[in-house]
Each structure stands twice: as C-alpha cells, then as structure tokens.
C-alpha cells in the first residue's frame, strides 16, 4: 500500500508557515515505522509535513532500504530535497541504547550506523507510542471522537492504548507546565479474561503461547485468534481469514461469527484501556490509536467497549466520568515526532 499526499497534512495542525516560519536548516525526516507499515513524511515549517507515503515493511529487507525507497521516490526527487541533516523516527519498539531490534518485524539496525549511511546530523529514534502521547494534546476535536464519558478533567494523565501489528500503551503525565510521556511495553501485560467465552478464548491460546500477553489477542494476528478460538467454541469450522476480511465481513454483515470475534476484541479492549485508566489514574481520558479501531468505524462506537470499559466493580462510578476517545487523524504519530525532534534541536 502506498498513500500519496503531497499538500501539507491535516492530521498535523499547522502553525502559520509563512515563509519565514520555515526550517531554515531545510526540511526535516519524520518516520513512523510499525510492524506492519513505515510511514514518511518531510516538515518544511512546524506543524507542516508532506510528501507522505505508507511503504508495507514486508517490501524491503531494511530500514534504510525503505529510506532510501522513500528519498528517491519520483515526488521527493521532484521535490528537489537533498542534503536532510534532521531526523527522527518513531518506532514500535522498546528503545534502551544504540541497537533498535524491532519484535514485530525483523528489522534491526545501529542508531549511530544508520545516521552516518544517511548522512543525517541528528536522528532521534523513539517509541512510536512514546511519540503518540505527546501528540495528544494537541489532537483538534475534528482530529478524535469521544465514545463515553464525562468532561477531561484538566492537569491530570492521560493514557493511550493502540492495537495494529501489535499493542502500543503509554500515558502522558503533567509535568508543570508541559508534559512527561512514559516508554511503557504495556501491550506484553498478562491478558485477563473477563466472562466465560474469553476464558474460552484464553484456553485457546494457551496451546499456542506459554504467555498470553494482552497483545496476543489485541491486534492483526489476535482477531484472526480470537475468530479461530470462538470458531471451536461454538463447533464450527474456521476459514482462513485475515484480520481485515475478518472485520470486513462483520462490518458487512456477511458473517455472524467474525462478528463476535470483532465484538469480543472491542470487549477486551475495553478491560486493558479500563486497566489503564485507573492504573494511571487518568481522568484526562483514554486515548484507542493504533491501526485497527479506526477501521472500524461506527461499530467500534456501539461495540460493548464502553461497557466493558466501566465494568470495574467498585470502581465503574469512577471511571463512568473518564472520556475515552477514538484518534481520527490519519497519521497523528508525526506530530508527536516532530515535537521529539524540535525538543532535540531547542527550536
Ligand atoms: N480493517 C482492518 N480490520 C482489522 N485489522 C486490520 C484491518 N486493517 C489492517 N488490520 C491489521 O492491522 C495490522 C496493521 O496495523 P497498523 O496499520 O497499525 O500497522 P503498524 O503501524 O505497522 O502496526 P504497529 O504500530 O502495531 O506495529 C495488521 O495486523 C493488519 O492485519
């Protein structure tokens, strides 16, 4: 899949770029780089990238290789780019030093080795989801949509849980004036089964995985789980579907039992980003990014998510005042890079 966009996007707010708003030290390299997807993008002023495309990780046996895609692609050329000197990638990955291997793909590179082939002065590398929280505060209201929930409660954390390849957490926490956002590797907790099908579900996956982390049912590859564990359950023969034909066809309306599988990931989604709200007490609202709820639309909305999200025993008053929102934007996780990178720069 590739996605052109050659204008300025508007899931980055822009600031006013007038021309002496611009980089005068050129335009800067962001990257969001999942599992599944490495996204580009290049920002001539704050709060103005362009020239994006979605390059399929699959298609290119390294990171840079996918760079080098992405900086020789005929638009980038035409764009007379060369000589980047600031970069800054965000990743799906824990990052604790110079070696970045990626546990969803297999890509895995030097941070130092892959700044001097590139030629870049700076190149910062962050966690993707690290990378998302801090661009939640600056979320428009057309750029998110709230699904429950009372008001945000002002200078208080915010959290933010993402299903796609994997399942990207982390919160933002007010700090002063600013904010501090947490490297967290929350999507690897221990799933909690939380009715008798998701205990069903849970055995299921248990002959697979030693650990059923939260992830292993909460993204592309747990969907396709969950559909093939109820399919048991209920006595009936899988197909081999993929994560999208699963959620297509529920959407469609064509398949009752990708329905329920759709329905209990919504389910689930809503016990970890409840987890998570009260382990972060995070009354500023739960953020869902990632790849896949977006897709869903509408059934996301009237899923049993905010049900299950508020079913905390003693605790469902409070969290039924905690909003939770849907991120809209189509690549919300440059803006978070770009302010990475600003901060790196002190401008
Ligand atoms: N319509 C859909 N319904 C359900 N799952 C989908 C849909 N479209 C894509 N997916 C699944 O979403 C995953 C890709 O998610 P995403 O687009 O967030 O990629 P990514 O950013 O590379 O992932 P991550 O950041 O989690 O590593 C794949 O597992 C894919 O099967």
Same mark, same amino acid.
């Given at each position: ?46 709060? !103005? ?93 057309? &750029? ?30 007010? =700090? ?55 399919? !048991? ?87 039924? &005042? ?10 919300? =996780? ?14």
């Amino acid at each position: 899949m590739t996605d052109h966009a050659t204008a300025p996007h508007p899931a980055v707010p822009s600031s006013p770029s007038s021309p002496s708003s611009r980089y005068t030290d050129g335009p800067r390299l962001l990257a969001d780089i999942g599992g599944t997807n490495a996204r580009f993008a290049l920002e001539t002023a704050p709060g !103005q990238a362009g020239l994006i495309d979605v390059l399929p990780c699959a298609n290119y046996p390294t990171l840079a290789d996918a760079l080098r895609a992405y900086l020789g692609s005929p638009k980038v050329v035409a764009a007379g780019v060369a000589g980047l000197r600031h970069a800054a990638l965000a990743i799906a990955n824990p990052i604790t030093g110079d070696m970045v291997r990626m546990t969803n793909h297999h890509w895995e590179f030097s941070i130092a080795a892959l700044r001097l082939e590139c030629g870049f002065e700076t190149l910062e590398v962050v966690n993707d989801f690290t990378a998302l929280a801090r661009a939640l505060p600056h979320l428009a209201d057309g &750029q998110k949509q709230q699904i429950g929930g009372g008001a945000a409660r002002a200078h208080t954390p915010l959290g933010l849980v993402g299903a796609g390849t994997g399942l990207g957490v982390s919160g933002l926490i007010p =700090a002063g004036d600013s904010w501090t956002a947490l490297l967290s590797e929350g999507g690897h907790v221990t799933f909690s089964p939380a009715n008798e099908t998701e205990v069903a579900i849970l055995q299921y996956a248990w002959r697979q995985y030693e650990h059923v982390s939260a992830e292993r049912l909460l993204s592309g590859d747990g969907i396709e789980l969950i559909y093939r564990a109820l399919a !048991q359950h209920a006595g009936q023969a899988a197909q081999e579907l993929d994560a999208p034909e699963i959620s297509r066809r529920a959407l469609a309306g064509e398949c009752a039992l990708c329905d329920r599988a759709i329905e209990a990931f919504c389910g689930m989604l809503g016990t970890v980003a409840g987890n998570l709200a009260i382990t972060l007490g995070a009354q500023g609202g739960i953020y869902i990014g990632g790849g896949i709820v977006p897709r869903l639309g509408e059934r996301f909305a009237r899923s049993c998510f905010r049900t299950r999200f508020e079913q905390k025993g003693r605790f469902v008053n409070y969290l039924a &005042q905690v909003p939770t929102f849907v991120i809209t934007a189509d690549y919300p =996780a440059f803006l978070g890079v770009s302010a990475v990178l600003s901060e790196k720069l002190g401008r």
